[in-house]
């Protein structure tokens, strides 16, 4: 039998698969489907200190292997979901990650006081939201906001503290640098590249928020690339996502420098996907010979 174990930013996932924020809801939908403790772990919707209806539809358009988004944080609060949300998670055998997003330093500061004290394993600070004004990707895109910002979340909580990075930048490293010096415990990559579609017959976007973020198997290679880029970077931990939807797509990013894996927009076309995501990386490690999962990371051979 195969280790299924690894480690990120020091919290044991029983195996690499992840859902990533905004995709899974706070896992009861698909709890009606698998076992959530299935997962190594479950990333919950962006939370932000107060209730967020977010923004007007439509917000989902789709593309050739893919998706656009403009959802916009909704969601019901940090409160909303320490009191209602976290309760039911914590009845399953998985790792809890809080994704959250803020409009000042400050605001991150506060999330992460209060989830730490609720006992989540981990906080994602999303510095990366192409759909929201305010904060969200102005913090990703520039290294001083990012390491300010990290700085904060990481003073203000007692559990590991992992950013999420925006792939709509020049220089990844830049930015993945700046966030590890300045103390974070692992990084994720990538949030949604921002994109745009016309209804050729109404001549009106189809979004309407007119720009939305891109997701789903199209932008598989682009986060390959971002991870491979940022692990020969970095020294701390990398959680990968971006259009997996097959073992090998898990598999590509693992060799690229993650040491675990999220699938996300696949889950809307297939709702077993991050098992069957989990099953097919674990048949292919076993055809390889593999003794741990982890020896996955990190493991291509560059030219
Ligand atoms: C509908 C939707 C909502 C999302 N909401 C969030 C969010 O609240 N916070 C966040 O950090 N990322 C959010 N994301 C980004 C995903 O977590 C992930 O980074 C991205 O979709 C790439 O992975 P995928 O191609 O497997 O979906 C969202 C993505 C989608 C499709």
């Not at 994704?99 to 730490?116: A, D, Q, R, V, W």
Request: charged share 20%.
């Amino acid at each position: 039998m195969i280790d299924s174990k690894v480690t990120l930013a020091g919290v044991e996932l029983k195996n690499p698969i992840v859902v990533p924020s905004g995709t899974f809801g706070f896992g009861r939908e698909y709890g009606q489907f698998f076992d959530l403790s299935e997962l190594g772990a479950i990333c919950v919707k962006g939370l932000t200190p107060q209730p967020r209806e977010g923004n007007p539809s439509p917000r989902i358009a789709e593309t050739p292997m893919g998706i656009l988004n403009s959802v916009g944080l909704q969601n019901p609060g940090v409160d909303a979901f320490i009191a209602g949300e976290l309760p039911e998670l914590k009845k399953h055998d998985v790792k809890i990650i809080a994704n959250i997003s803020g409009n000042t330093p400050e605001e991150y500061g506060g999330m992460c006081e209060k989830l730490s004290a609720a006992g989540v394993d981990m906080i994602e600070v999303n510095i990366s939201c192409p759909n929201v004004k305010a904060g969200g990707l102005a913090y990703g895109t520039r290294p001083e906001l990012a390491a300010e910002v990290t700085e904060i979340a990481k003073k203000n909580s007692t559990v590991p503290v992992m950013v999420k990075l925006s792939p709509n930048v020049t220089d990844i490293t830049e930015i993945a640098r700046a966030v590890e010096e300045a103390g974070a415990d692992a990084i994720s990559l990538i949030n949604t590249i921002r994109g745009m579609r016309i209804d050729v017959n109404t001549r009106r976007p189809i979004l309407k928020m007119n720009t939305g973020g891109l997701s789903g198997p199209a932008v598989l290679p682009v986060a390959v690339r971002m991870v491979w880029e940022t692990a020969n970077a970095v020294k701390i931990p990398i959680l990968g996502m971006g259009g997996v939807s097959k073992g090998t797509d898990a598999a590509e990013l693992m060799l690229a420098g993650a040491a675990a894996v999220a699938v996300g927009t696949a889950s809307f076309a297939d709702v077993y996907a991050p098992v069957r995501v989990r099953d097919e990386l674990f048949a292919l490690a076993e055809r390889q010979g593999l003794a741990h999962i982890s020896a996955l990371t990190g493991a291509a051979q560059p030219w």
